[in-house]
């Protein structure tokens, strides 16, 4: 099993490793695909800081950010700070690359380290995935990485060249 991890990361799965499905996986995968509100609540875990790592519980106005993210390409949420927004969007962000094929996706924020800080909170909840629903691992570093489903995720600041060139 050593030859099927990510640059000997036992959390990260290698490109092109075969794996098994069971009846129930497939079953549990085509739902979390469908439903990134099960998804969130099911598999995502987050970092608390009085707890550690914790299954992300999301409150129902989190809930109806993802769904308002999955049913419309764009969005304005007029929101307090500290309320969860950056988890949530991780949240969504990990579902969206996982389950969608060939999308690039930009993580921007005012300075490059926020940005980073923000791929990193997504990181952590992709190592938690079970093995049997995560893509495989083409590039995993601090500003971006690569699954093999083709999807891509950018950490960059806020600047006028930060994603030129890319489509989003």
Known sequence: ??????????????????????????????KCKQDPVYFAQNYVKIVSLDEGLVPFKPYDFQEKLIKNFHENRFNICKMPRQTGKSTTC?????????????????????????????????????????????????????????????????AASTSASAVRGMSF
């Open 90 to 154: 991780v949240s969504y962000l990990l579902h969206y690359a996982v389950f969608n094929d060939s999308v690039n996706i930009g993580i921007l924020a005012n300075k490059a380290a926020t940005a980073r800080e923000l791929l990193g909170r997504l990181q952590t909840a992709y190592e938690n995935l079970p093995k049997w629903m995560q893509q495989g691992i083409i590039a995993w570093n601090k500003g971006s990485l690569e699954l093999e489903n083709g999807s891509k995720i950018l």
């Open 1 to 30: 099993m050593a030859d099927n991890v990510y640059l000997g990361n036992p959390n990260l799965k290698k490109a092109n490793t075969p794996i098994e499905f069971t009846q129930e996986q497939i079953a549990e995968f085509i």
